[in-house]
């Protein structure tokens, strides 16, 4: 175990049989698994196993916790038996012991356990940065005024809070979903993109950095977004991958035109290639996926350079990027 320099009473909750990972003086009784050792008689542990088949109600454990792991000081012989019987959780009365050691994944740990505390929220939100937590805080308390503004008088922080995490927060990760941004952000969690978009669109108005179109997914407001979501379902919501339209103008060598003409074309988002007369030789017309943490310009740009200037004859390019277009 961490060395621990306090304590907090978390009171009796269910917690999963796999997060017990040890005993407190009981060691030499039980393996890993929490099975009796050969050696030792298993009369209590029949007489447990029979109550619970039957029903009988049963004291919770007793259950130290350290961060994300349980230890058991009562109970051994129960959760022994819960595990013999195929369930995945039991009651406990958990102690949960601080770490002292000041790292940063303690300091997060630290600022989590806050933040759980101040909203009744727990162990839903997983950040990766110092002092992200109070950013939400933040948001959580503007939206309890917010409420409070406009007719929900006598709510309580943590009653906003639970209101946060459903119609905007919850809302908000199931785009981030949808999207599927976490495979571009292997490092990140579900939670860092929430603040990020959070605090660039709503605080900082960033619309236009993204792209064209951002408005029709998220508002520059938390509570137009809120209100945008509280009537849909799941499957209403808008995808937040959208599609870039693009031309490219491109001047090639003249030996090289039908070769780079083929290469482009078995290109997937090359839709489009034509050979023309004029200050250019040929023209392209790419539609490219972007999500919402990427510009237009920066997948554009990206993919031009990839893509199509790497072929060989390619001389020269010039992109356009429609604005209004109109298509029969």
């Keep these: 175990m961490e060395a621990a320099y306090d304590y907090r009473e978390r009171g009796i909750r269910c917690v999963l049989l796999d997060q017990i990972v040890g005993s407190v003086g009981r060691y030499n009784d039980f393996d890993k698994q929490f099975k009796l050792k050969p050696h030792l008689p298993s009369e209590r542990f029949e007489q447990v196993k029979k109550a619970m088949l039957e029903g009988k109600p049963m004291p919770p454990v007793k259950l130290y916790q350290i961060k994300e792991d349980y230890y058991v000081l009562d109970g051994n012989h129960r959760i022994s038996a819960a595990r013999a019987l195929g369930r ?190 004029g200050a250019f030789d040929l023209i392209v017309k790419i539609v490219l996926s972007r999500d919402l943490l990427c510009s237009d310009a920066e997948v554009i740009g990206d993919f031009v350079q990839n893509k199509i200037r790497m072929i060989n004859g390619v001389t020269t390019t010039q992109t356009l990027i429609p604005g209004l277009s109109k298509i029969k």
């Design 88 to 277: 995945k959780d039991i009651s406990a009365d958990i102690v949960e012991l601080i770490p002292s050691k000041n790292s940063l994944e303690n300091i997060l740990y630290l600022e989590r356990l806050e933040f759980e505390d101040k909203t009744g929220i727990s162990s839903r939100i997983q950040l990766t940065e110092i002092g992200q937590y109070e950013y939400l805080i933040k948001q959580i308390e503007s939206h309890r005024i917010y409420l409070q503004d406009h007719g929900s008088d006598g709510f309580s922080f943590k009653q906003a809070a639970l209101d946060w995490y459903n119609t905007i927060y919850g809302p908000m990760i199931t785009l981030i979903e949808k999207a599927r941004l976490m495979e571009s952000f292997p490092d990140r969690t579900p939670s860092d993109l929430f603040t990020y978009i959070a605090f660039h669109q709503w605080e900082l108005g960033r619309t236009r950095k993204y792209g064209f179109g951002i408005d029709d997914l998220i508002p520059k407001d938390m509570e137009a977004f809120r209100t945008k979501m509280a009537n849909m379902t799941t499957g209403d919501y808008p995808d937040m991958q959208r599609w870039i339209t693009t031309f490219v103008l491109m001047n090639v060598k003249a030996k090289y035109e039908r070769k780079i003409m083929e290469k482009l074309f078995a290109i997937e988002e090359v839709k489009e290639v034509h050979s023309v007369h």
